[in-house]
């Protein structure tokens, strides 16, 4: 069975980078059946796509947080991680990383979340 | 504003039928297949339908889904006090290129 841990601050300074690691077990982060995921959601409110890794490293993001978001791997420890620049209030959320399906696009397995707050 | 359409709440009595709605737009749910998640506080979130229909291993008969032209619905059936939660709809988009949500609904078990 795939399981998912994210880890990372709980707190990030405003204008700072936000760094989170997603650790894999069950799974390689080489294997071709998934894209790697990121996904939030702010307190109160719906879920928001960041963006996907390819075991090739091809990437995809969210058009409206593009300029600010990297996902990368890392094959040596089996993870994937986030790193978002210059956050604000705005991107306080529990942070989730997950499997997307190759051929299905339907994101098979969650990690448990993290909870990130932006605040000085 | 979510790209996909749901309706915030919906509610029901144990042992009844709910549906809950999904509307969207040709570049996503018209051309890409819908995945349902159900999402609990405290718990990983988890797939409930994918590919507009289909059920992963340990989902109950009770979940399924449909999909016609630009929305889709899951449906509830025997509903069970466990079921409230926050249910949500997604779909890729290939005008964005992005996966995107529905705004989520969420079920209370009266």
């Known amino acids: 069975q795939v399981h998912l841990q994210e880890s990372g601050p709980g707190l990030v300074r405003p204008s700072q980078t936000l760094s989170l690691a997603c650790t894999v077990s069950?799974?390689?982060?080489?294997?071709?059946?998934?894209?790697w995921s990121w996904i939030r959601q702010p307190a109160g409110k719906g879920l928001e796509w960041l963006g996907r890794?390819?075991?090739?490293?091809?990437?995809d993001y969210n058009p409206s947080l593009k300029s600010r978001v990297t996902i990368s791997l890392d094959t040596s420890k089996n993870q994937f991680s986030l790193k978002m620049t210059s956050v604000t209030a705005a991107d306080t959320a529990v942070y989730y990383c997950?499997?997307?399906?190759?051929?299905?696009?339907?994101?098979?397995?969650w990690g448990q979340g993290t909870l990130v707050t932006v605040s000085s | 504003q979510s790209v996909l359409t749901q309706p915030p709440s919906a509610s029901g009595t144990p042992g009844q039928r709910v549906t809950i709605s999904c509307s969207g737009a040709r570049d996503n749910i018209g051309i890409n297949t819908v995945h349902w998640y159900q999402l609990v506080p405290g718990t990983a979130p988890k797939l409930l339908i994918y590919k507009n229909n289909e059920r992963p291993a340990g989902v109950p008969d009770r979940f399924s889904g449909s999909k016609s032209g630009t929305s889709a619905s899951l449906a509830i059936g025997g509903l069970q006090a466990e079921d409230e939660a926050d249910y949500y709809c997604a779909a890729w988009d290939d005008r964005l290129y992005a996966m995107v949500f529905g705004g989520g609904t969420s079920l209370t078990v009266l």
């Open positions: 997950a499997t997307l399906d190759f051929v299905d696009l339907s994101f098979d397995h």
């Open positions: 890794i390819y075991t090739t490293g091809s990437t």
């Open positions: 069950g799974a390689s982060v080489r294997g071709g059946n998934y894209f």
